[in-house]
């Protein structure tokens, strides 16, 4: 908002701004197309009318009932992406990269299938259930790396051919609760933090 004083008079210009917010898939309803970029798949509300915008950059894109793959088909930039406890589907990243804002990479039942392209992550990646294989490219991110029992869902498992690079400005967790699977290629630590500030702290239980 700014205030502009003409003529003795206080005016309020109100400047417009993008509002962050939740996407859901609902690309079951859709069987002409199971791409990610198609608005026919998506929706405001869990399981309300399709034809919501597509996820932007200050949205969360989120996975909660069943159906059939959701593709992505070129580059993603987008604020979060959740695979929620209820979510027995799958995500395919394409060709393009994925981008994750601040709003994380949660990952709780489901499978995310990757590619040989980038995913870069602003914060945490964070898995209780499910399934990610195939990432072949680089999987950075600048918060922590956690994978934890607790769900319902299953047993996390996270497979990577790729890099995982922590990247981030800051000290970073690394956790791997010990009834979860983890299989790395490459693990490169990159941190840029300044003093005590560019650690990466380490919490790996039952091996990699």
């Given at each position: 908002m700014w205030l502009l004083f003409a003529g003795g008079v206080l005016l309020f210009l109100w400047a417009q701004t993008a509002q962050a917010a939740d996407r859901y898939w609902v690309g079951t309803r859709n069987a002409s197309s199971d791409r990610?970029?198609?608005?026919?798949?998506?929706?405001?509300?869990?399981?309300?009318a399709s034809g919501a915008s597509i996820p932007g950059a200050s949205d969360i894109a989120i996975f909660s009932f069943s159906g059939g793959p959701a593709r992505i088909r070129s580059a993603v930039n987008v604020g979060g992406v959740f695979l929620a406890n209820s979510f027995t589907g799958s995500l395919l990243q394409g060709t393009g990269t994925l981008t994750i804002?601040?709003?994380?990479?949660?990952v709780g039942s489901g499978t995310f299938i990757g590619h040989s392209t980038a995913i870069n992550i602003a914060d945490l990646f964070t898995m209780t259930g499910g399934i990610v294989r195939g990432v072949h490219g680089t999987f950075t991110l600048s918060g922590a790396f956690a994978i934890t029992d607790g769900s319902a869902a299953g047993t996390p498992s996270f497979t990577s051919t790729g890099t995982l690079l922590f990247d981030g400005a800051a000290d970073q967790n690394f956790t791997k609760g010990a009834s979860t699977t983890m299989n790395l290629q490459n693990l490169t630590l990159q941190n840029s933090g300044d003093g005590t500030s560019d650690d990466i702290v380490s919490n790996i239980n039952g091996g990699l």
């Amino acid at each position: 908002m700014w205030l502009l004083f003409a003529g003795g008079v206080l005016l309020f210009l109100w400047a417009q701004t993008a509002q962050a917010a939740d996407r859901y898939w609902v690309g079951t309803r859709n069987a002409s197309s199971d791409r990610f970029e198609d608005t026919e798949n998506w929706s405001s509300q869990p399981r309300g009318a399709s034809g919501a915008s597509i996820p932007g950059a200050s949205d969360i894109a989120i996975f909660s009932f069943s159906g059939g793959p959701a593709r992505i088909r070129s580059a993603v930039n987008v604020g979060g992406v959740f695979l929620a406890n209820s979510f027995t589907g799958s995500l395919l990243q394409g060709t393009g990269t994925l981008t994750i804002g601040t709003s994380d990479f949660r990952v709780g039942s489901g499978t995310f299938i990757g590619h040989s392209t980038a995913i870069n992550i602003a914060d945490l990646f964070t898995m209780t259930g499910g399934i990610v294989r195939g990432v072949h490219g680089t999987f950075t991110l600048s918060g922590a790396f956690a994978i934890t029992d607790g769900s319902a869902a299953g047993t996390p498992s996270f497979t990577s051919t790729g890099t995982l690079l922590f990247d981030g400005a800051a000290d970073q967790n690394f956790t791997k609760g010990a009834s979860t699977t983890m299989n790395l290629q490459n693990l490169t630590l990159q941190n840029s933090g300044d003093g005590t500030s560019d650690d990466i702290v380490s919490n790996i239980n039952g091996g990699l």
